[in-house]
């Protein structure tokens, strides 16, 4: 005979497990789903979608019953600001995703940051797919190349912005060296003042030194000349053997006579 309340708790066990288990997941979901939503959104606001939705969608003025027409071009160059603005979003999450990834394997990072870029990817796949079903229904297959037009735009403002960064550099580096060249000038002229300035100084001091060596030459042959006419000089010396020499003589000829 079956033992039925043996089985019934058996039973009941299973069931408590299962509600149990469906009640915790039900409750994670909810809360995790809650946290995101709460979580700061990666981007700001997208300014450049308000303003294509608000000429889409505008209201009739007060006192009118239909709004006014926008024109095609309008909504145009509206939806391709708005392609443009996504083109640098997708070139940050790209940039942004793969030092992110890096960064929560290490730890280094919150599973909360990584939950907003997850949000946020996938924020701008459905902005991309709309902006290709709104381009495709303002013109046909326009939707297959308006992210390459935006791309084109995004292009030529980063080289229209690193030409002006490098003309107001080049502003910058020319008064610098306009200002260097000014020094440099200034000092060469400096030193050439100080250079002449020495050479005249030297001129009159050797005029000067020439005179003192001419009155000291003629000082020292009027001393010379004294000194040989107090010592009887060249000329006594001479007349005195003259002397000698004829007293020499004379005593000889005495002798021979």
Do not use: C
């Not at 497990?17 to 409750?27: D, E, H, N, Y």
């Not at 979003?89 to 940051?113: F, H, N, P, Y």
Request: aromatic share 6%; proline share 4%.
């Amino acid at each position: 005979m079956v033992d039925w309340v043996g089985l019934v708790i058996p039973f009941a066990y299973l069931s408590l497990l299962v509600g149990s288990l469906a009640t915790f997941s039900s409750l994670y979901r909810r809360r995790k789903a809650a946290k995101s939503t709460s979580l700061e959104p990666w981007f700001g606001p997208h300014t450049q979608r308000d303003i294509y939705l608000s000429l889409l969608h505008l209201e009739p003025e007060p006192g009118e019953e239909k709004a006014p027409a926008v024109p095609d071009s309008v909504l145009k160059a509206a939806l391709l600001q708005r392609a443009k603005a996504d083109i640098h979003r997708v070139l940050a999450i790209r940039s942004a995703k793969q030092a992110l990834s890096a960064l929560l394997q290490r730890g280094s990072v919150g599973d909360d940051l990584w939950q907003r870029f997850l949000r946020a990817e996938k924020e701008i796949e459905a902005e991309l797919r709309d902006v290709v079903e709104e381009a495709n229904a303002l013109a046909t297959n326009w939707g297959n190349t308006i992210f390459q037009s935006a791309n084109e735009m995004v292009q030529n403002e980063a080289l229209r912005q690193k030409v002006a960064e490098i003309q107001a550099q080049g502003k910058v580096d020319r008064e610098w060296w306009d200002q260097e060249r000014a020094s440099i000038k200034s000092n060469f002229m400096k030193e050439l003042d100080e250079g002449s300035g020495a050479g005249a100084g030297t001129g009159t001091g050797t005029g000067s030194q020439q005179p003192n060596a001419a009155a000291g030459t003629e000082k020292g042959g009027s001393d010379e000349d004294a000194v040989l006419v107090e010592g009887g000089g060249p000329a006594a010396s001479g007349s005195a053997a003259n002397s000698s020499s004829k007293g020499g003589t004379s005593k000889k000829r005495k002798g021979k006579k």
